[in-house]
């Protein structure tokens, strides 16, 4: 699986729009591009994922470069209960390939 | 509510003990994963099911072991317990394996080895 980085932490003002980038320059053609999050030390909750178009669902929309090097996570009237640790993954479709969670971006929203 | 069960919530046991964690998957998924998470280690694969058939394995220790039942739900056994043993160990489901179907976690299990 490509690796992705993500900035450790992030701010956002409340009822603004929370743009999370992410980085995974290796991507290979086959491989998707998953978000989850964590809140405090719940499970973590799938938000959206794509291969190659931009993705738009009721949590949030996903925006993936042409290249498809970078993506970003947009959540676009963030509350405070979106304040959790946002995952970037990156899945290839191998046989047995899972989920390689990093260290991922902790977002703050902030009132 | 992802639909994932897991039980027990909370586990309190002692070095070299052996515990069992439960998970029942989501209604109709017949992949389920298991991931274990520490505070050092971040969130790591341990191992998936495909209706009954072991299908992947990741960082999974040999004293740690796993199953699949017919009906689907999954038991983790967790053996010769160890202090760095303790963690958040989560419970996934999906339809079926591949790349491109999400997975559901379950509320996970706390272990803490004493």
């Known amino acids: 699986d490509a690796k992705t980085t993500q900035p450790p932490s992030m701010d956002c003002a409340e009822g603004r729009a929370a743009n999370l980038p992410c980085n995974h320059s290796t991507i290979s053609g086959n491989e998707y591009v998953y978000w989850y999050r964590q809140i405090h030390s719940q499970g973590p909750q799938y938000i959206i994922h794509g291969l190659k178009n931009n993705e738009t669902n009721e949590m949030a929309s996903l925006i993936i470069t042409e290249d498809r090097k970078s993506s970003t996570l947009i959540l676009p009237h963030a509350t405070l209960r979106d304040t959790a640790v946002y995952y970037c993954i990156v899945r290839g479709d191998n046989y047995g390939q899972n989920f390689v969670f990093g260290p991922g971006t902790r977002l703050s929203v902030l009132p | 509510d992802s639909g994932v069960t897991q039980t027990p919530k909370h586990l309190i046991t002692a070095t070299g003990q052996r515990v069992t964690l439960r998970c029942s998957p989501r209604s109709g998924d017949l992949s389920v994963y298991w991931y274990q998470q520490s505070l050092d280690q971040g969130l790591q694969f341990l191992i998936q099911y495909y209706n009954g058939e072991e299908r992947a394995k990741g960082n999974i220790l040999e004293r740690f072991s796993a199953q699949q039942f017919p009906d689907l739900h999954s038991e983790l056994n967790l053996s010769s317990l160890e202090l760095g043993d303790s963690a958040l160990y989560f419970c996934?489901?999906?339809?079926?394996?591949?790349?491109?179907?999400?997975?559901?976690f379950g509320p996970g299990t706390r272990l803490t080895v004493l």
């Open positions: 996934a489901s999906s339809p079926r394996a591949g790349s491109a179907v999400e997975q559901f």
